[in-house]
């Protein structure tokens, strides 16, 4: 997507090829800042501590953290190291272990001198392969936006609902869950997107926002409390989410209240549709309730909160009396059943492990 008219991805190598740059999301929506990871500790960090987040750009960061990593040690213990450094950074996106199980199956075989080059290759070609996942799953929800565009009166919006960020900054461009928005919003249907905050880290408020503020997406942000209320007063046509992991039966694992929506969006015959690229997709589990492991992430997330003081300086304020404990689970299920269709990279499908089967025959 552009940034300031420039084609920007999350991630790229740097031009003299010593390292690759990502944009710190730590910072947005208040600063633009780009930094250089250039070891498997700094990938590390990156991921854990959110610079970069979204399941597929923390699969993509992971490839390319081990590139780094073999850069230094490409022994089968560097190898055995970088991977399990990697894995422990966040634990509900499957993409992480996706893209780190393809590089280390990749890699394996070959002698040690020519392990590192081959990492470099296949995380640019892992990045490409995200774009052109995300293209397909434009292509595969872009009619379900003209359809409903089509029963509207002419000129009318359509009026979409997301949650937390789901956008290119989620993954190496386009994004999962706007990709049919950016492609309904660029084949000139009018539509709306109502933009969930998204306590407690606000990736809806910081990173969707800007995100659609930049493309030209009329958008409005509200408070996570507000959608069932829009769905009750017929203001949502459709919810569109992506997933971090989602089961081969069709539980779809997201950020925090998630699961809420789906239940507003189910109370009151709203589609709730899940955009779900492949490598989100964990075929060996069954039970996303009992199966998913759920990030819980710091307190502090939940009792302070990050923005711009009037004089433009960015401030962190506390919000609970001193004392009040906190609890952030980072991520709910929603069970298969409250899902109207996933939107994968081949098509829509039902949210079963029939109707997963009949785009991914091969599991
Ligand atoms: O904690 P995050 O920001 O890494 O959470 C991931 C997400 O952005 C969302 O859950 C998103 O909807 C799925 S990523 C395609």
Known sequence: MNVSGRPTRTIWPTADGTAVEIIDQTRLPHAFITVRLASLAAAAHAIQAMLVRGAPLIGATAAWGMWLALRTDASDAGLAHAHATLLVTRPTAVNLRWALDRVRAHVAPLAPPARAAAARALAVVLCDEDVALNRGIAAAGLPLIRALAARKPAGARVNLLTHCNAGWLCAVDVGTATAPIYAAHDAGI??????????????????????????GVPHTVIADNAGGHLMQHGEVDLVIVGTDRTTSTGDVCNKIGTYLKALAAHDNGVPFYVAAPSPSIDWTLRDGLREIPIEERTAREVSHLTGRLPDGSVATIALLPEGSPAANPAFDVTPARLVTGLITERGVCPASAAGLRTVFPAG
Do not use: M, Y
């Open 190 to 215: 009018p539509i709306h997107v109502w933009v969930d905050e998204t306590r407690p880290r606000n990736q809806g408020a910081s990173l969707t926002a800007w995100e659609l503020l930049n493309h």
